[in-house]
């Protein structure tokens, strides 16, 4: 039941861009997008509602294709800031149900 | 507001010892979820209330796990006997509604060491 991250790490130089996805077995209604730093809380970033939903801030975006159950994470043009591990989260019977996450590492 | 509050930050214990994590969630907040977070598991939910009433525990782990929310403004997770693979980093979350539509604030947690 518990959404599938991938890929379960990537490292870019700054500057490039990443793509991350996460992909449901189950019926996929929503989509919660976090970053947790190391050491710190995971923050939110975005929740996606409905189906075809494209939302962003700053160089941080996020699509969802309720059809096809997954959503994608995109972050263009990397900062150092972006390092992190990153996860979606799906609900299920009123309870968010995280991803294993997908570490971000950007370097200089 | 503060945020989500935990205490305490960390807590070291010896194997068979009671241990009590508190959390304080944001005032107005209607739902408050405990998770567990491992290298392995990643983030676990144990269990998730909605108006201080436990909805769905099914994430507890075993019977030594219980958790209370005597009052909108106070949880705890109690850990009796403590087990060393038990030793995980604790987080409180709590958000204005249930239903997982809308966003989750997490306190700072807990980090729990069993030796």
């Known amino acids: 039941q518990q959404p599938v991250q991938s890929p379960q790490a990537v490292i870019l130089r700054e500057g490039e861009d990443a793509v991350i996805n996460c992909s449901s077995s189950?019926?996929?209604?929503?989509v919660h997008w976090y970053r947790q730093k190391h050491g710190e809380a995971p923050v939110f970033l975005m929740i996606?509602?409905?189906?075809?939903e494209q939302k962003g801030h700053d160089k941080i975006s996020a699509s969802f294709n309720e059809k096809k159950q997954q959503s994608s994470l995109y972050l263009t043009a990397s900062q150092l800031s972006y390092s992190g591990t990153y996860f979606c989260?799906?609900?299920?019977?009123?309870?968010?149900?995280f991803g294993k996450g997908t570490r971000l590492h950007i370097l200089p | 507001d503060a945020g989500v509050i935990q205490s305490p930050r960390h807590e070291v214990t010896e194997m068979g010892q009671e241990v009590t994590l508190r959390c304080k969630p944001i005032s107005g907040h209607n739902s408050l979820f405990w998770y567990r977070q491992t290298m392995m598991r990643g983030l676990e939910l144990l269990i998730y209330f909605n108006n201080n009433v436990p909805i769905d525990d099914s994430g507890m782990p075993e019977d030594r796990f219980s958790a209370k929310m005597p009052n909108a403004s106070f949880s705890t997770l109690k850990i009796q006997p403590s087990e060393p693979r038990d030793s995980a980093v604790y987080f409180c979350?709590?958000?204005?509604?249930?239903?997982?539509?809308?966003?989750?604030?997490f306190g700072q947690g807990t980090r729990l060491t069993v030796v």
């Open positions: 979350a709590s958000s204005l509604a249930g239903g997982g539509n809308t966003e989750a604030f």
């Open positions: 996606l509602l409905k189906g075809g």
């Open positions: 189950k019926a996929l209604y929503s």
């Open positions: 989260g799906t609900p299920r019977d009123d309870k968010i149900i």
